[in-house]
């Protein structure tokens, strides 16, 4: 499976030239925990994350209102092609530490967003419907059995 399947096509962004106010209250307001940067060709230049605000900015004791998303973000946001199969993009998320990549087409043109949250929550949705299976097709799920009501066995004879 390629990243396109589980991208977030719809991207909270924000410009390297608002004052980290600004996009801190839009991260608020969207309930997110990043904004991507992009240029003028909608390709990603940057992404400033509630930590890199909480960490360049209230941290160092800089005004949010004079502080600029440029000074805050993580330029060079880590990227993978729309194509990329899922486990390799875990790969890097891992490999570099991050929790969020920014999903590019061919002309690095910002198509979505790939977040490990997505893909938790994609996992969980997959071993919801396997254990739905397992459900279905165990021994007792076949006798007829369920995991409130368990079948009636017939009383054993005594002996005499």
Known sequence: ????RLCQRAVDVADAGES????AARMRARNVGSLLVLDARKQPIGIVTDRD???RVVAEGASPLSTRVADAMTTSPVRVDEQT???QALG???KHGIRRLAVVAEDDVLVGV???DDVVAWLAAEFRSVGAVLE???PRALL???PTRPRKRPRAKARR
Not at 1 to 4: E, G, K, L, N, P
Not at 20 to 23: N, S, T
């Open 20 to 23: 980290v106010q600004v996009a």
């Open 53 to 55: 605000l909480a960490l």
């Open 136 to 138: 279905r097709s165990s």
């Open 85 to 87: 199969p899922l486990e």
């Open 1 to 4: 499976m390629t990243v396109a």
């Open 114 to 116: 790939l977040t490990l």
């Open 92 to 94: 890097r998320m891992q």
């Open 144 to 146: 007829g059995e369920t």
